[in-house]
């Protein structure tokens, strides 16, 4: 056959193909050998991308799906997300983005499969990794160890959630989509640090696991000693170089977290994977044996609320193949969607074949699977910086620098992971409307509460930040007031914390904040101050830009404030007020009275204010009208400082403008979404809680399209890509 007839049924499949599977009436039986997962008896060499229900609308659902088919997709994998799901113990919610069961069906509606990777840990940027606060509480327990009180709550929620998904008829073994599922989530990180309670903590998860009977595998990622029969997979940017294999030679090789990039932490820059990388990590998977490959994420979404982990951005993984809004991100999503069509045209060889590998070269190998019925596949690798050229079954071959080229028939090269045929495009941001007039706006300043206000909650050792919250608010508020007989001429007010912001009030005055960041824990604060004589008032707010999410005792972390002192440096004297009795208040007088909703906007009183700039713990509120047409919405938050936004009662998101990138000066995260189902034709309500002070005037509306870059209009604005 010639090469053109490669390119011509190389671009019929791209046209037609999509993912998907055309089996109707669903799954059937899913097993499994050394080569692949078996479905209905057939082997499978399927590709899969994550999207988060959650982090997205059931509105955006059906639309990211199908780009998820159209590119190339077979499977949606997503985790279950515990801490939505029981707010309380006994208490399950599944409703709205909650609604696991409606976004199965809506994967088996579109013909693909779905891998529910259940946990109940998910770690995945996620508050407390998914774990719901309450399990912090529960006595005597020690998370994902061989502990009892833990075990009780981890079967009990899968339990639960395997019960629905088969109440449903969800499992492939069912009929429906499910095809894999998957317990716990990377624990060989942390299993050394439970000693001999880790191994026998995994043997258990396991046995738990394959005892609730769901018809299909179980995975555990990252988990070199998977008993049997769970498949060990791998998560990581380069698979294909660093996965030691299934454990067992029964077992697949599945790559179940490919990164498409990263998640982003406030203070620091995105990161960037082109789509070559990408593709010649994939590529190199299945020339290798792979069967399975995952973006992490296809689609990233939005951390609403105060879902996402510690200091991690609310924009997720916007550089994924489709961004924040759902937008198609090219050229990655086409790449990667050709990519696709390319292995699928030689799935039978590669599945039926027989692989095999040698050298081409000092830095090139081919990869090369027979069947005896004659069909020929190759992956000519090239891992140099320079263009090679290679001899390939009596043919000479051109290989780009670090790439791969693929032969559906050891002849033609159909597809190089370094040529990109898509063309790039560009996010435009078109503003429609500005919130620039002061008649407009209203505020309510916040309570600064002081020690008459806090007599509830009294101790002279601080409290831990999260186990006085509960995670109810991201605000801790520590009050004192003391007699002052210090002699010093410059006082200076010196906070330690292991929270993530501080912000410090003086006899009601706002005096100052410090932060630290995702990478370093705690801060100190060191803030001059001049004292009133006799009585003084002193009140800290200690905030949380999330919960951790990862490491072995996550029960037993700690936040909140360590050391407060009164430092007098050139008499050598301090006040040491650690130990003193401090109040607490837990969370903001707006918060509570919930003045984020239109229903209880009346429980304060509003004003007008002629510069409503620059204002601490201040709410602010306008109504806006929606943009027309159904392009997605974001608001652009520039010049605000840090806080959280609601838009008809429904938070956004946390914002944090004011922590730039040392490197770039920029803030990490400028732009926050508003999808479209929260919003009304006219009078939306809009409220933002700003805490160190911003402006409200220059923020604006905006609709948010893509235009190929030779199309590209400069009077736009648009992102770096
Ligand atoms: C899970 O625990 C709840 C109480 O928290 C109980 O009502 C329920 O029966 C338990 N379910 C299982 C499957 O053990
Ligand atoms: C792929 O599998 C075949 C046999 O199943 C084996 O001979 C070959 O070495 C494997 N390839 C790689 C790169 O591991
Ligand atoms: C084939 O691939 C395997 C796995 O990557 C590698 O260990 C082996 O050295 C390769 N064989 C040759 C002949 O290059
Ligand atoms: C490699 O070859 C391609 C086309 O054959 C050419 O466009 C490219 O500039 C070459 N790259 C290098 C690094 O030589
Ligand atoms: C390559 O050429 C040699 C000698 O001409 C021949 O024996 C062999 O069959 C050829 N191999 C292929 C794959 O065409
Ligand atoms: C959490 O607070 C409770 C009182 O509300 C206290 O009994 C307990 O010791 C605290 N636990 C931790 C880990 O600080
Ligand atoms: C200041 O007050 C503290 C406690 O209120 C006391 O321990 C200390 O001796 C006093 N210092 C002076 C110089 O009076
Ligand atoms: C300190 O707080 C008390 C209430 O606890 C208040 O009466 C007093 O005016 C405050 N003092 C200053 C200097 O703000
Ligand atoms: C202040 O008191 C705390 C608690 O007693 C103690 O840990 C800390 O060392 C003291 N600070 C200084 C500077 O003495
Ligand atoms: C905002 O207020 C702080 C002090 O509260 C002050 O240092 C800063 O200059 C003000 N910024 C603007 C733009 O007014
Ligand atoms: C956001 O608004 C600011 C202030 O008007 C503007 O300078 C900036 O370019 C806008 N950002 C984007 C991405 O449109
Ligand atoms: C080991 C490691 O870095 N794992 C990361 C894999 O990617 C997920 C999603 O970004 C993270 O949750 C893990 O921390």
Redesign the pocket.
């Known amino acids: 056959m010639e090469w053109w007839y490669w390119c011509w049924l190389f671009a019929l499949v791209i046209m037609v193909e999509g993912g998907g599977h055309s089996d109707d009436g669903g799954g059937g039986e899913v097993t499994y050998d050394g080569r692949s997962l078996i479905i209905d008896g057939q082997r499978k060499l399927l590709f899969s991308g994550s999207i988060h229900y959650p982090r997205s609308t059931p509105e955006m659902w059906p639309s990211l799906i199908a780009k998820g088919k159209e590119g190339g997709l077979d499977v949606i994998q997503t985790y279950v997300f515990w801490n939505l799901h029981e707010p309380q113990p006994g208490q399950y919610e599944f409703s709205g983005r909650n609604d696991v069961v409606r976004f199965m069906k809506e994967i088996h509606a579109q013909g693909l499969y779905a891998c529910l990777r259940i946990g109940p840990f998910i770690e995945s940027e996620w508050t407390y990794g998914g774990f719901p606060f309450w399990l912090h509480d529960i006595p005597g327990i020690i998370f994902r160890s061989d502990n009892e009180p833990f075990k009780f709550y981890m079967q009990n929620f899968t339990t639960k959630i395997v019960d629905l998904m088969k109440s449903e008829g969800l499992y492939a073994s069912q009929g429906g989509p499910i095809i894999l599922s998957q317990i716990e989530n990377e624990y060989g990180n942390i299993e050394a640090a439970f000693k001999e309670k880790g191994p026998s903590y995994v043997r258990w998860a396991a046995k738990m696991a394959v005892e609730l009977q769901t018809g299909v595998p179980w995975v555990m990622c990252k988990q070199i000693d998977a008993p049997d029969p769970v498949i060990n997979t791998c998560n990581g940017m380069r698979c294909g170089e660093t996965f030691g294999g299934p454990n067992s030679p029964n077992k697949p090789s599945l790559w179940t977290e490919n990164w498409t990039s990263f998640y982003q932490v406030y203070g620091e820059k995105p990161y960037i994977r082109s789509a070559e990388d990408i593709a010649f990590h994939v590529a190199l998977f299945i020339a290798k044996n792979g069967s399975y490959i995952n973006y992490y994420m296809y689609h990233g979404g939005t951390n609403f609320g105060r879902t996402g982990s510690s200091y991690v951005i609310t924009s997720y993984y916007d550089q994924a193949p489709l961004d924040e809004y759902g937008l198609l991100r090219q050229p990655k999503w086409g790449h990667h969607k050709e990519l696709h069509a390319a292995i699928k045209l030689c799935s039978t060889t590669l599945l039926q074949g027989v692989g095999t590998n040698f050298s081409l070269g000092q830095y090139q190998e081919a990869y090369v699977f027979r069947e005896e019925t004659g069909g020929c596949v190759a992956f000519l690798t090239n891992h140099d910086g320079h263009n090679v050229t290679v001899q390939f079954q009596n043919a000479s071959f051109e290989l780009l620098p670090k790439s791969i080229s693929i032969l559906p028939d050891c002849k033609n090269v159909i597809f190089n992971t370094a040529k990109v045929n898509t063309e790039n495009n560009n996010r435009v ?1 078109q503003p429609t409307q500005l919130f620039d007039s002061t008649d407009n706006w209203e505020e309510f300043k916040d309570v600064i509460p002081n020690i008459e206000d806090t007599t509830s909650l009294k101790s002279n050792t601080f409290l831990e930040h999260m186990n006085t919250t509960k995670d109810k608010s991201d605000y801790l508020w520590y009050t004192l007031r003391f007699e002052h007989n210090l002699s010093c001429t410059k006082p200076v007010l010196h906070v330690e914390s292991f929270g993530h912001v501080a912000h410090a009030f003086l006899n009601n005055i706002y005096i100052g904040a410090a932060h630290g960041s995702h990478n370093v824990k705690g801060f100190m604060m060191d803030i001059p101050i001049m004292l009133n004589d006799g009585i003084n008032n002193i009140s800290i707010v200690s905030v949380m830009v999330g919960l951790p999410d990862s490491g072995a005792f996550l029960e037993s972390k700690f936040a909140g404030l360590t050391k407060v002192e009164i430092q007098c440096m050139e008499e050598d004297q301090f006040y040491n007020l650690t130990n003193y009795a401090w109040g607490y208040q837990v969370g903001l007088l707006g918060e509570k009275l919930h003045i984020f909703r239109e229903e209880s906007l009346d429980e304060v009183v509003w004003s007008r204010n002629e510069t409503p700039i620059n204002h601490t713990f201040t709410w602010y509120k306008i109504f806006f009208d929606a943009p027309m047409g159904d392009e997605p919405v974001a608001l ?1 938050l ?2 605000m400082g840090k806080g959280e936004a609601w838009v008809n009662g429904e938070s956004i998101g946390r914002y944090w403008v004011s922590f730039l990138d040392p490197q770039s000066n920029n803030p990490s995260q ?2 926050y979404h508003v999808p479209r189902s929260f919003l009304k034709t006219s009078e939306n309500l809009l409220i933002l809680l700003e805490e160190g002070g911003g402006n409200p005037l ?1 923020i ?1 509306l ?1 609709t948010i399209s893509i235009i190929n870059e030779s199309e590209h209009d400069k009077a736009f ?1 648009h ?1 770096p890509r």
């Open positions: 941001i652009n520039s010049t400028t732009m220059q604006s905006n604005y992102l």
